[in-house]
């Protein structure tokens, strides 16, 4: 049995770090109600790849929205209040990713949902956290990268450099699903509700920790080197006869096994590479070294030597070329799911965790706009009549 079987979680989220929370929570047996806009969130329509009902399909909302069922409601309209409350009482955890005041202006806040159920679970991600001169500031993945180092140390010194894939965002996601559970078993043993409050800024830091660390300790101001590493070597991107490659050598054995690879025996007594710290000093040399032996062999070459010597190494993929990998294909770590409008099935990244015993259930395709409106207010013990009211109202 899927381990939150019985649990209900209310997603308000939008966007990713918010929906990437209902979804591992989703994943994990609740039931999770996608709470939109009567027009539909943004995140619906974000990265469109076709269109149903003349409404563009967003493939961020089909990544984050499996597992969940689609209702659709207006908390600000008169008489609302009342749908909201009953809504609350009837679920376990309530997820929200915006600014305190707007997590208040639609009664989300804390106080408001414990005065309607004291033991409820509130997840709530901000960008910067909920206090502080920056407390009531929007922002996104990339204003976090910016602000924690990363921007500052990935490209190249005059052309600062966000990742493309929003690692914050995700990782802000996790971090909520870990404190939602949490919450969950604390409420178990004591009954109490809580708040669990994430940051994208806080996420970014906790990545970054080690740099900031070294930072402060020793005063370093390390520079963008491109794809190469600064704390060890080789730690880099080499072209092959036919392609790309990455290549990640740290500690002493790894670095052992690599000399012997190149042919450098004479490197493993040489001062200049006798520590990470120090191949770090010196990995411009030791990536020109590295760079001269992977430029006269194709990649499958190079990953079967490297393999062969039990080095870190992996294939610069593009996109298309990791849809079709052979570890990708034979892990299943896409499954095809199918969804209304689309011209084929799509591939949608799994439960990225695997159990001995089946914790988790299988996928079900995100929902249509509103899909399960209807049948989530009669759950709640609403008329036919009373909900085409609230339809003609615009509530829902």
């Known amino acids: 049995m899927a381990v939150l079987e019985g649990k209900r979680v209310l997603d308000f989220g939008r966007y990713i770090a918010g929906p990437f ?18 027009t539909g969130s943004e995140d619906r329509y974000t990265t469109p790849v076709a269109e149903y009902e003349g409404q563009p399909v967003g493939a961020l909302f089909l990544h984050l929205n499996r597992n969940k069922r689609g209702f659709t409601f207006n908390p600000k309209k008169p008489g609302a209040s009342e749908i909201l409350a009953r809504l609350v009482k009837s679920s376990d955890v309530v997820i929200a990713n915006m600014s305190p005041s707007g997590v ?3 009664g989300l806040d804390y106080a408001s949902l414990k005065a309607i159920k004291p033991d409820i679970i509130l997840v709530t991600s901000t960008a910067f956290g909920a206090q502080g001169p920056y407390g009531n500031r929007v922002g996104f993945d990339g204003v976090a990268q910016a602000m924690s180092g990363n921007l500052h140390l990935t490209g190249q010194p005059d052309a ?9 965002d995700f990782m802000t996601g996790a971090l909520n699903t870990i404190g939602a559970m949490a919450a969950l078993m604390n409420r178990d043993q004591t009954g109490e509700g809580q708040h669990v409050q994430g940051a994208l800024l806080a996420s970014a830091l906790t990545i970054a920790g080690a740099t900031l660390i070294e930072q402060a300790l020793t005063g370093v101001n390390r520079q963008a080197t491109g794809n190469r590493g600064q704390t060890a070597a080789p730690s880099d991107t080499f072209a092959t006869s036919d392609g790309w490659v990455l290549v990640s050598v740290v500690g002493d054995p790894l670095f052992a096994r690599w000399v012997k690879l190149v042919d450098k025996p004479e490197w493993l007594t040489d ?33 079967q030597a490297l393999d062969d010597a039990r080095i870190p190494c992996g294939e610069v993929l593009a996109p298309a070329q990791t849809l079709l990998n052979e570890q990708v294909q034979a892990m299943r770590y896409l499954v095809q799911m199918s969804y209304p409008g689309l011209p084929a099935d799509y591939p949608l990244p799994r439960t990225p965790i695997e159990f001995s015993s089946d914790l988790s259930r299988s996928p079900v395709r995100p929902p249509l706009l509103g899909e399960h409106t209807n049948q989530i207010l009669t759950e709640l013990g609403y008329t036919a009549e009373q909900i085409d009211q609230f339809r003609e109202l615009r509530i829902v």
């Open 21 to 38: 929370c209902g979804t591992m929570l989703g994943d994990l047996g609740a039931d999770v109600i996608r709470v939109e806009r009567v």
């Open 104 to 106: 208040a202006d639609i």
């Open 160 to 168: 600062p450099t966000k990742n493309y894939f929003p690692y914050v």
């Open 271 to 303: 001062p200049r590479f006798a520590t990470d710290a120090t191949r770090g000093e010196h990995a411009e040399l030791i990536s020109e070294t590295m760079q001269a032996w992977t430029r006269e062999r194709s990649s499958a070459q190079v990953l």
